[in-house]
């Protein structure tokens, strides 16, 4: 099974079983804000073309900091969604909660512990970023633990 594990954002951590990163989809100054959706599904286009994912899990989030976060994450959600569907994959989204409690035990963990445990369990990967480390912790979730909790 070809997972590809996403915590979405304008910053947006992705891993599969053998690559990973983080995608700035921020629009440039010259181009709609509109845009990161756009390059968001480009993004999710090279991947599928490169390794044809098979199951999508993404961080479900339900409170965000502000309006806008909440709006872009809907947005993205709305992408990912219709384009799993287009291209027939499972798509399931993760509590927060879930992920941070898989991580490190505590499911009220801060960015920077989450980003520690990524760094000290993921040793082979160099992680970028509390986005990366959670895309890495959910693809852990997702690979490893048969009948992971699912919102």
Not at 1 to 14: F, H, P, S, V, Y
Not at 50 to 61: A, D, K, N
Not at 106 to 120: C, P, Q, T, V, Y
Not at 126 to 151: R, S
Request: with cysteine.
């Amino acid at each position: 099974m070809n997972i590809l594990a996403l915590d979405l954002g304008t910053k947006c951590g992705w891993a599969t079983n053998d690559v990973s990163g983080t995608w700035m989809l921020k629009a440039k100054t010259t181009e709609s804000a509109g845009q990161r959706y756009v390059n968001f599904e480009r993004c999710l286009i090279a991947v599928h073309k490169s390794r044809p994912i098979t199951l999508v899990v993404y961080e479900e989030v339900h409170a965000h900091s502000g309006v806008e976060a909440a709006h872009v994450f809907g947005g993205l959600q709305g992408i990912l969604q219709s384009f799993c569907i287009r291209n027939k994959i499972e798509y399931r989204g993760v509590g927060v909660q879930t992920i941070k409690k898989h991580a490190t035990g505590n499911g009220n963990a801060d960015k920077k512990k989450m980003l520690s445990a990524a760094i000290e369990k993921f040793k082979s990967v160099n992680v970028v970023d509390d986005n990366h480390a959670d895309a890495l912790w959910l693809l852990d979730l997702a690979t490893n633990q048969e009948g992971f909790a699912i919102c």
